[in-house]
């Protein structure tokens, strides 16, 4: 039991760090910066990277910008990855539209102009399949790919700085 316990830490190591951000084998959050901050071996990097995945406070990092999150935010304001890990469902359902509430308040999280309301859902609607690849897919790989998506747009690329 304990090995299977020991080799379900190691899996969910790389799962962790890349969803963080890349800050390190561990990523960032309360068990990299606070609790292992001088992790050298790798069996703390398992510890912190559990900590940060498994107390939620990786999440609360990316989103406020603290606990060694600060440039995993990436362009778009915090609130959006808030945004969408609260309403990823009804925002996928929204961009296989092209239309609907989560877009809406989407685009307002994000700033766009009432002018270029019809190419942000457009641009999710004809990109639905990078933004929601799969049914795991998750609110930090749809937040990159929005940010992906967007920077191919010359009217949305001006949103992302």
């Not at 190591?13 to 071996?41: N, Y």
């Not at 989103?63 to 060694?68: A, R």
Request: hydrophobic fraction near 45%.
């Amino acid at each position: 039991m304990k090995k299977l316990f020991v080799a379900a830490l190691i899996a969910s190591a790389p799962l962790t760090a890349s969803a963080a951000g890349g800050h390190g084998p561990a990523g960032c959050g309360l068990g990299t910066e606070v609790i292992f901050r001088d992790a050298q071996v790798w069996w703390q990097h398992v510890l912190a990277a559990t900590t940060n995945a498994t107390s939620g406070n990786q999440t609360f990092g990316m989103t406020s910008g603290t606990l060694g999150c600060e440039d995993a935010m990436g362009p778009l304001r915090a609130e959006v990855q808030l945004f969408m890990d609260q309403n990823l469902e009804q925002l996928a359902s929204d961009s296989a539209r092209g239309e609907g509430e989560s877009l809406a308040a989407l685009s307002e999280l994000i700033g766009i102009d009432n002018a270029d309301q019809a190419t942000f859902n457009s641009a999710l609607k004809s990109n639905f399949d990078k933004l929601f690849s799969s049914a795991e897919t998750t609110s930090g790989d749809v937040y990159s790919a929005l940010v992906e998506v967007m920077s191919q747009d010359a009217a949305l690329a001006k949103y992302l700085g």
